[in-house]
């Protein structure tokens, strides 16, 4: 195992000539992945990985510099890729590492057949004719919030961004994530999202695109989506799931897994 599938505790399942490379999104890690993967590992070869800063990698490798940026996980994608000498791959993001594959495919179009985003926003600070979920206000809160009281920050936002009681597995998942975070990390890293603004790239986006949206999700309007899909540069389609929360694949996974294995199977132009 190299330095790069050390450092982001990379696996490799199933089997097949398809790879398929599964990234998770802000506070989760690849468990997140754990209904769709039983689905993908007969036919397909799977690639998992977490990405710096979640909880089972070392924080001691967190570059808070580097991860200031949206790019510097861009270039661990594509560090991960060349060390698995994987020449072509569908790409599965959820939030965050959605847009990083969008970057990704923009340095190495040659790398990806297509990218299927789930719960992706290129911007979520409202802005003039743009609708992303938040004010300034609203995120300097969220902020303040994780800074004050990391552990009490979780149990608020855990059942909003999934879409349930904190009785819920899906919440309750979701809360053990967010806990295996070192809270500067976390803080970090959500600053880094949610002050992000990728709306300039998006045209520049080649590999078509499946953009996958819950109905319902406090950190992604549907709006979002149809941003995406009017704004990429290659071929896209947009489906909107009847799904709640933005962590669809974890809270509702009998209506997301068929949704995301036919656009995994499927291309657009089928």
Not at 20 to 46: C, E, N, R
Not at 211 to 228: C, F, M, N, R, W
Request: glycine share 8%; with cysteine; proline share 5%.
């Amino acid at each position: 195992m190299g330095i790069v599938e050390e450092a982001h505790n990379v696996r490799v399942v199933g089997s097949g000539q398809q790879v398929i490379v599964l990234a998770h999104g802000f506070g989760t890690d690849q468990s997140v992945w754990k209904h769709l993967v039983p689905h993908l590992v007969q036919d397909h070869k799977v690639v998992l990985f977490d990405n710096m800063g979640a909880g089972p990698t070392n924080p001691d490798y967190f570059d808070f510099e580097r991860y200031q940026s949206l790019e510097g996980y861009a270039l661990d994608l594509l560090a991960i890729l060349e060390e698995l000498r994987i020449q072509s791959c569908i790409f599965v993001g959820h939030s965050v590492s959605a847009v990083v594959g969008v970057l990704a495919s923009i340095a190495r179009p040659d790398l990806f057949t297509k990218l299927v985003l789930i719960s992706a926003s290129p911007r979520y600070l409202n802005d003039t004719d743009y609708f992303g979920g938040f004010d300034q206000e609203d995120l300097d809160q969220l902020f303040d919030a994780m800074r004050s009281n990391y552990q009490a920050w979780v149990s608020g936002f855990a059942p909003l961004a999934v879409g349930g009681d904190m009785e819920s597995p899906a919440v309750q998942e979701f809360s053990r994530t967010l806990f295996n975070i070192r809270p500067d990390i976390a803080l970090s890293v959500a600053q880094t999202i949610f002050q992000s603004d990728l709306r300039d790239v998006l045209g520049r986006v080649t590999v078509p695109c499946h953009i996958l949206q819950s109905t319902k999700d406090l950190a992604v309007p549907v709006v979002v989506s149809e941003y995406l899909h009017l704004h990429l540069g290659g071929g896209s389609i947009v489906e909107v799931m009847s799904s709640d929360g933005h962590l669809p694949q974890l809270s509702s996974p009998d209506i997301v897994i068929p949704v995301l294995l036919r656009h995994i199977r499927y291309d657009i132009a089928a």
